[in-house]
T-cell receptor
Framework: GEDVEQSLFLSVREGDSSVINCTYTDSSSTYLYWYKQEPGAGLQLLTYIFSNMDMKQDQRLTVLLNKKDKHLSLRIADTQTGDSAIYFCAAKNAGNMLTFGGGTRLMVKP | KAGVTQTPRYLIKTRGQQVTLSCSPISGHRSVSWYQQTPGQGLQFLFEYFSETQRNKGNFPGRFSGRQFSNSRSEMNVSTLELGDSALYLC???????????????FGPGTRLTVL
């Protein structure tokens, strides 16, 4: 089955850019997603990218996809303290199943 | 538009008991998926229901089961609870498109189950 891996932790200063990385194993993954989870809450979809795209930008968020290396990244520009949360990447197969990474805890220091 | 609702939000049970969790999807959504989130295993897919039929199933024992009603509301049941079943159970609803098309899943806040 699919494996999705992320680093556990990232710490940045407010105003800096954050880059969260993710790798996946199934080359037939159709869509790749980034979700945000704040304490005590469910998952909020931030953005997604189709597998035939290289990049997608949405306001402060930039997603880069290297399909050859099966590497996905999420860049958050001008990171704010409100961005502190756990970020999950997920890969979708040809059905409707999502496989999630273990999550990256982003800490933003004032 | 109301979001995905899950009840109850918190639950405490003892080993050997059974539990039923409920999920009401967003109006018009016909697919409901369930996930288990634990610190050790992360987010794992349990199953997906669409039009009252189970469409996909994750790698969980038969103690975990679910169903979906004609109004798309879904329940999941865990029988003979074990300590390791303590987790946050999340459900997500979507309209469900065919094949590999984008099909955004909207998540509920989860039910936190503690097994003592």
């Amino acid at each position: 089955g699919e494996d999705v891996e992320q680093s556990l932790f990232l710490s940045v200063r407010e105003g800096d850019s954050s880059v969260i990385n993710c790798t996946y194993t199934d080359s037939s993954s159709t869509y790749l997603y980034w979700y945000k989870q704040e304490p005590g809450a469910g998952l909020q979809l931030l953005t997604y990218i189709f597998s035939n795209m290289d990049m997608k930008q949405d306001q402060r968020l930039t997603v880069l996809l290297n399909k050859k290396d099966k590497h996905l990244s999420l860049r958050i520009a001008d990171t704010q303290t409100g961005d502190s949360a756990i970020y999950f990447c997920a890969a979708k197969n040809a059905g409707n199943m999502l496989t999630f990474g273990g999550g990256t805890r982003l800490m933003v220091k004032p | 538009k109301a979001g995905v609702t899950q009840t109850p939000r918190y639950l405490i049970k003892t080993r050997g008991q059974q539990v039923t969790l409920s999920c009401s999807p967003i109006s018009g959504h016909r697919s409901v998926s369930w996930y288990q989130q634990t610190p050790g295993q992360g987010l794992q897919f349990l199953f997906e229901y669409f039009s009252e039929t189970q469409r996909n199933k994750g790698n969980f024992p038969g103690r975990f089961s679910g169903r979906q009603f004609s109004n798309s509301r879904s329940e999941m049941n865990v029988s003979t609870l074990e300590l390791g079943d303590s987790a946050l159970y999340l459900c997500a609803s979507s309209m469900r498109s065919t094949g590999g098309a984008h099909n955004e899943q909207f998540f509920g806040p989860g039910t936190r189950l503690t097994v003592l």
